[in-house]
């Protein structure tokens, strides 16, 4: 085969990560592959603005979709978790979170409430609590439509005492027979106990104190922002 320069190579447009590319460094010309253009760059993201990357990584993707209603909480006095089964992870594994990193989690659904009994919601990390709304005194909702939303920022990672994340979020329905809504709005910053060097789980729990409310989870959604 005669030489010919790399404009005049065939054109390779389907790339399953071995095929090699050419990299002069020093006036050295070295090869590399696909998949360790693409381990280098995903492992210095921290130090890459988007403007160097462009589109080749993508920063904003979903994590976790449930896909059908759920009612764990209802009917109970318990602890339960608010998620139902659905597709993607809740899981981060260990050093799997950068300083910058942001997630969002969404939430709505129906529920009845009685007037002047209790529910409240916490959002942990394993058993680690990220937010607590506390206990939030209920006014009478009947099939109405609630919704919640918590966003999470990575200050800082390491161990516990280093690791600092910040998580604030506000939960509202719409009372019986009536436009006005209720709710909270709640936020924690934890720089105590979240450690971003060991998995870290999500969940989001409700607990009433009387078994006769009950409030279901259509969706939620657990997505990273940034």
Request: with cysteine; charged share 15%.
């Amino acid at each position: 085969m005669p030489n010919l320069p790399i404009s005049l190579l065939p054109q390779s447009t389907e790339l399953q990560g071995s095929e090699l590319f050419v990299d002069v460094q020093e006036g050295v010309t070295k090869y590399t592959t696909l998949d360790q253009i693409t381990s280098y760059v995903t492992s210095s993201f921290e130090y890459i603005t988007p403007e160097q990357t462009g589109s080749f990584i993508n920063t904003t993707y979903g994590l976790f979709n449930q896909t059908g209603s759920f009612s764990g909480a209802s009917g109970s006095i318990e602890e339960v978790t608010m998620i139902g089964g659905g597709v993607g992870t809740l899981s981060v594994p260990s050093n799997g979170f950068k300083q910058g990193d942001a997630y969002q989690a969404t939430f709505s659904g129906t529920c009845l409430f009685h007037n002047g009994d209790t529910l409240r919601i916490r959002v942990k990390a394993d058993e680690t609590i990220l937010a607590d709304t506390g206990v939030m005194i209920l006014t009478r909702a009947d099939d109405e439509r609630w919704n919640l939303t918590i966003d999470f920022s990575i200050h800082q990672v390491g161990t516990a005492g280093t690791a600092s994340i910040v998580s604030t979020g506000i939960f509202q329905y719409t009372q019986h027979a009536s436009d006005a809504f209720s709710g909270r709005n709640f936020g924690t910053v934890n720089n105590a106990t979240f450690d971003s060097t060991i998995p870290n789980t999500l969940e989001v729990t409700a607990q009433f104190d009387h078994d006769d409310n009950v409030i279901t989870t259509d969706i939620f959604t657990l997505r990273k922002t940034f």
